[in-house]
């Protein structure tokens, strides 16, 4: 039995090395790969190949990686705490939030990159507020409550959306508002993949430290409360903070479907439900994942594609194959 | 530890579920309390262990006010083991069980080699050592009832409540359950508190017996004074007969 413990504990640990190592060769990869290829003799002898890789290409990798792990992340985070696979960071309304805050702030006439964004982020965050105060006010301790709360929440954001689509200007205000929900990486620079980092690194921190502590939450309130941890305030917190960054990732990219669904998936099936295991391998694949989306983004077409496109038709697939190969054996 | 239960009142949005009850259990003892369904005894449980608050009335252990008390403080007293555990995920069994050592870690540790060391030390004590690997919801009904008491052993905490832990066990488990409670009880010195619909299971074991009706104390003491037919003939609302086995236990069915 010793043996067969340290042997998972060193496949556990084998298979991280391997996804770092894939993940350092794909950063590396990706600084090459777009709509002017670059070699690596360029690198040195031409500065305006110096500036596309260094103003352009890397803050925008750096931003996929932290949104990558920020997804996967809280997708976990958030099917641990409402004890349901199918749940995703968007179910208390921070997706529709964010959208709504963005085309508003396109129909008001705010057309700056910030001000869209800052809508976006007080909308999403407000949603999600909205939804942890009206569930308090009803019933503090029922995860369905709030998850019925959310589902009214993105049903009410989402018909506002509607109205603003609707009223928006045809030729200018609709088109902005369509292409920016459809998602991308391409508003990104240093400022932005800065404060995605910083947060993020936090947020990072924050719940690799939670990671037995989801364990437990993952039970339920009543094995939660009965092992010391207090379920309300530890649920709490950790909905807030993984609505922050996924309000502040929609905010800066639009709408990025099925990583925060998938990844955690994936990651169960390779080493098993413990979120001690899980959650470090799922944000290095969300990481992995956001990566490779964002390449093929940028480089499959002359014109950037919609990001949300490639992980529409990458990540429901895979989410299929992960059902069917799985069979709700590790959930 | 000794548990006094002072005068407590619950109700669920003005349905009353517990009146007045007080109670002492002993230190080391090992107590059942019966009572038919809706007697209040998953309640009254859940009260001890602060899951829910009485609107009146309060819980010393020893002589500590479990309100005062913080939710990781009273795990370090008392553990639980509930009821309802079909929703728990796929875990190895050793993971759910080393789950115990919770109350002792702050909030960004996990448990270490020991912590696990210790987990593995209790299911062997248990003769569960077999299960540590299997996942915790491929197990029989029992085993999980195993799991869940290893992992209340590793709370370490000097009281353990149960939950009708004989529910989803088949004939001769149930009575290797009282069993084991029982050298628990004996050997940790330890004091066990279990709800239970069954009075010949707890008849053996049990030292003292609490009958809840009604949400109120119908009667309670030691168990050979308590676990009367007429009693038990009382709180179920059914004519009972009793026989004496060949240990001279009295044993009761329902007419």
């Known amino acids: 039995m010793q043996q067969s413990q340290g042997y998972m504990f060193k496949q556990h640990n084998i298979l991280a090395i391997y996804l770092l190592l894939a993940l350092f060769v794909l950063f ?61 960071p968007d179910i208390l309304g921070v997706t529709a939030g964010c959208s709504l805050g963005a085309a508003l702030a396109l129909i008001l006439g705010y057309e700056s990159i910030f001000s869209v964004q800052l809508f976006s ?39 506002f959306l509607l109205c603003a689509k609707y009223i928006a200007d045809p030729y200018d205000e609709l088109p902005a508002i369509i292409f920016w929900i459809m998602g991308g990486l391409y508003r990104i620079g240093w400022n932005e993949a800065i404060s995605l980092a910083i947060l993020i690194a936090i947020v990072f921190v924050g719940i690799y430290k939670a990671r037995f502590r989801l364990n437990i939450l993952s039970l339920g309130e009543v094995h939660a409360k009965s092992l010391g941890v207090n379920y309300t305030l530890n649920k709490i917190i950790l909905i807030t903070i993984t609505s922050i960054v996924i309000s502040l990732i929609i905010s800066n990219c639009g709408q990025i479907g099925w990583v925060a669904l998938v990844v955690p998936h994936l990651s169960r099936v390779l080493v098993g439900p413990d979120h001690k295991k899980m959650i470090p391998i799922a944000m290095i694949i969300g990481a992995i994942m956001m990566l490779l989306f964002d390449d093929l983004a940028r480089s499959i077409t002359s014109a950037e594609l919609p990001i949300s496109i490639f992980t529409s038709i990458i990540g429901a697939p895979i989410f299929g194959i992960l059902l069917i190969k799985n069979r709700g054996v590790n959930w | 530890m000794a548990l006094n239960v002072e005068s407590i009142s619950f109700a669920y949005s003005n349905k009353p579920v517990l009146k007045n009850i007080s109670v002492k259990i002993n230190s080391g003892s090992l107590c059942a309390i019966l009572g038919g369904n809706g007697s209040g005894k998953t309640t009254f449980i859940k009260c001890i262990n602060k899951l829910l608050s009485p609107q009146s009335g309060r819980i010393l252990l020893n002589d500590n006010d479990i309100n005062q008390l913080s939710h990781n403080e009273v795990a370090k007293l008392v553990s639980y083991v509930p009821q309802e555990h079909d929703n728990i995920l796929p875990y190895p069994v050793i993971e ?54 290893a992992r209340a052993l590793v709370q370490k905490s000097p009281i353990m409540l149960l939950d009708e832990p004989s529910n989803h066990l088949d004939f001769s488990r149930k009575s290797l359950l009282m069993n084991l409670l029982r050298n628990i009880c004996s050997q940790e010195n330890k004091t066990i508190v279990t709800t239970t619909h069954d009075p010949n299971l707890i008849s053996s074991v049990a030292d003292h017996v609490i009958m809840l009706k009604d949400g109120e104390v119908f009667c309670e003491g030691f168990t050979e004074n308590v676990l009367q037919s007429n009693n038990i003939s009382e709180i179920y609302d059914v004519d009972i007969e009793t026989v004496r086995d060949d240990c001279g236990r009295n044993l009761f069915f329902a007419r």
């Open chain 1, 121 to 159: 982020f007080v909308f999403g965050l407000a949603s999600v507020f909205i939804a942890l105060y009206v569930s308090k006010l009803i019933a503090p301790s029922q995860i369905v409550t709030l998850v019925l709360i959310g589902i009214i929440i993105t049903a009410t954001f989402n018909a």
């Open chain 2, 96 to 149: 759910v069980v080393v789950m115990g050592v919770s109350p002792y870690l702050s909030v960004g540790q996990i448990p270490n080699a020991e912590h696990y060391q210790f987990a593995r030390d209790v299911l062997s004590k248990l003769n569960a050592r077999y299960l540590e690997t299997k996942q915790f919801n491929q197990i029989s009904g029992g085993e999980r009832q195993i799991a869940l008491i």
């Open chain 1, 28 to 88: 590396f990869v990706s600084l090459f790969i777009g709509r002017i290829p670059i070699s690596i003799s360029e690198l040195t002898s031409d500065s305006r190949v110096y500036s596309i890789i260094i103003e352009l290409r890397l803050p925008r990798i750096i931003s996929a990686l932290c949104i990558g792990v920020g997804l996967a992340g809280s997708g976990a985070v958030y099917q641990a705490l409402f004890r349901n696979p199918l749940v995703s």
